[in-house]
């Protein structure tokens, strides 16, 4: 029953409501891949009244397993921010993911990913990759792939698609500072294979304090960086966020 109520949230989180080109999930599977079952909850939630009205909103779920040589997890997001009723961000995305470790620290790994984001005008983000993941210790892996993506977006009322194949770098870091503090940072780097000068970059830097046995308080900082952006915005996106965390 508890498992078919996380996956009915994750479903609604994603289908119910209109994310980035890099969507990170590599910080809180690092802190869950030696746990038979872990689900992570995430909530940000804050706004203002009177001479400027603001809301913002922000959820995740986390929910992963794992079987002798088998690993899977599933993580959904959503996001949305208002601001005097301008839209500033709306956003969602669901990421599947399994390994077979055929060594203590070697894995291959498949993935699926979908997301969507108004704020940006990316209708719809499909991709499937293919990767090999390194444990190099409990607290750092890396890994290298291929993924395959199909984008769509409307941009003044016309629909442009790009197809595209990619590598996908990352490396992930998670040290605990002390029983109650843990440190993380993530870096994700994904060149076009057809033409390197089209390259993603993603770095997260977080901190997340455990006020309980099972609720935690977590910052982080954000940069974000796409070459070749499909609007005329800024390549380069830095952004910090602060919320709160369930596990369980």
């Known amino acids: 029953m508890f498992k078919t109520s996380i996956f009915c949230l994750l479903v609604v989180l994603t289908i119910s409501f209109n994310v980035i080109a890099i969507d990170e999930t590599e910080s809180i599977r690092q802190r869950s891949q030696e746990k038979p079952n872990f689900t992570n909850i995430a909530i940000d939630l804050s706004g203002k009244k009177g001479n400027s009205e603001t809301e913002n909103i922000a959820l995740g779920i986390y929910h992963s397993q794992r079987f002798d040589k088998h690993f899977g997890y599933i993580m959904a997001t959503r996001e949305y921010s208002d601001s005097n009723g301008q839209k500033s961000a709306d956003n969602a995305f669901l990421h599947v ?6 060594s203590p620290k070697n894995s291959v790994e498949v993935y699926a990913q979908t997301n969507v984001d108004d704020f940006r005008s990316l209708e719809s983000r499909e991709l499937f990759g293919l990767g090999y993941r390194y444990e190099m210790t409990r607290h750092s892996a890396y890994g290298i792939g291929l993924f395959n993506e199909h984008e769509n977006y409307l941009v003044e009322g016309e629909h442009l698609t790009f197809n595209q194949a990619r590598i996908n770098l990352y490396w992930v870091h998670a040290q605990k500072l002390n029983k109650h503090a843990t440190l993380t940072n993530t870096l994700y780097y994904q060149p076009n294979v057809e033409e390197f000068g089209d390259w993603r970059a993603f770095n997260k830097f977080s901190i997340s304090s455990r006020l309980t046995k099972h609720l935690s308080m977590s910052f982080g900082l954000l940069v974000e960086h796409d070459s070749q952006p499909v609007l005329n915005v800024e390549a ?13």
Not at 97 to 102: E, S
């Open 236 to 248: 380069t996106d830095i952004s910090y966020e602060a919320g709160f965390e369930i596990d369980f």
């Open 97 to 102: 993911r399994y390994n077979y470790y055929f």
